[in-house]
């Protein structure tokens, strides 16, 4: 498609329950991002792919957090055990190239998770 | 520790004139800075970028000026128009991952 999608909109889990959430990159690119929104302004990395391979998990936490991008299908994020501080909104964003000449990155629209 | 700083959580401009918004980063090793418009609700808006290796690039209304000896960049707005109201990321590029300000809200008064 011509842009990110991601799905749902919304996502309200309890304390420890599992969230999962889509990202469908535009087609033709190449990398997927993962970005976590808290406070309404802060902007934290998560994890990069290329294709379907982890490119950069710098950004990841080590526990509860584990992303997929598999051939033919959405990207994944997903949180086992959600805690109260993973409520953020969680964008997507692709792009075609890594560096240099149109490696913006294009985001969804996000997903926002409330855990209570 | 922000690699990436907008100091100006705010900015007010009358239709018509000019907008600046400001950025300053710490990191000499980025190589490619872009501006991001934010609607509420709604993902970061691609708008402008610029290679380090470049002072300027501007884009019809829009043009981002890089001052490497300060890092310092900024985005000009002229005229600015009432859609120009919305939350602007300065950002930069390091490898695959892009570091965001925290945004400067704009808001163009009638």
């Known amino acids: 498609g011509e842009e990110v999608a991601q799905t749902p909109k919304h996502l309200v889990r309890g304390e420890g329950q599992k969230a999962k959430l889509y990202c469908a990159p535009i087609?033709?690119?190449?990398?997927v991002f993962w970005y976590q929104q808290v406070l309404k302004n802060e902007f934290k990395f998560l994890i990069s792919?290329?294709?379907?391979?982890?490119?950069?998990e710098t950004g990841m936490p080590k526990e509860r957090f584990s992303a997929k991008c598999l051939p033919n299908s959405p990207c994944s994020l997903e949180i086992q055990a959600t805690k109260l501080e993973d409520s953020a909104v969680y964008f997507c964003?692709?792009?075609?190239?890594?560096?240099?000449?149109?490696?913006?990155?294009?985001f969804g629209p996000g997903t926002r998770l409330t855990v209570t | 520790d922000q690699q990436v700083k907008q100091n100006s959580p705010s900015l007010s401009v009358q239709e018509g004139r000019i907008s600046i918004l400001n950025c300053d980063y710490t990191n000499s090793m980025f190589d490619y800075f872009l501006w991001y418009k934010k609607y509420p609700a709604e993902g970061p808006t691609f708008l402008i970028s610029?290679?380090?290796?470049?002072d300027k690039n501007e884009d019809g209304r829009f043009t981002v000026f890089l001052n490497k000896s300060a890092k310092h960049l900024s985005l000009h707005i002229v005229p600015s128009q009432p859609g120009d109201s919305a939350v602007y990321f300065c950002?930069?590029?390091?490898?695959?991952?892009?570091?965001f300000g925290k945004g400067t809200r704009l808001h163009i008064l009638p």
């Open positions: 950002a930069a590029s390091e490898d695959d991952k892009i570091i």
């Open positions: 610029i290679s380090s290796i470049k």
């Open positions: 792919f290329q294709n379907e391979n982890v490119f950069d």
């Open positions: 087609k033709g690119h190449s990398y």
């Open positions: 964003a692709s792009s075609q190239w890594l560096a240099g000449v149109n490696n913006e990155q294009y």
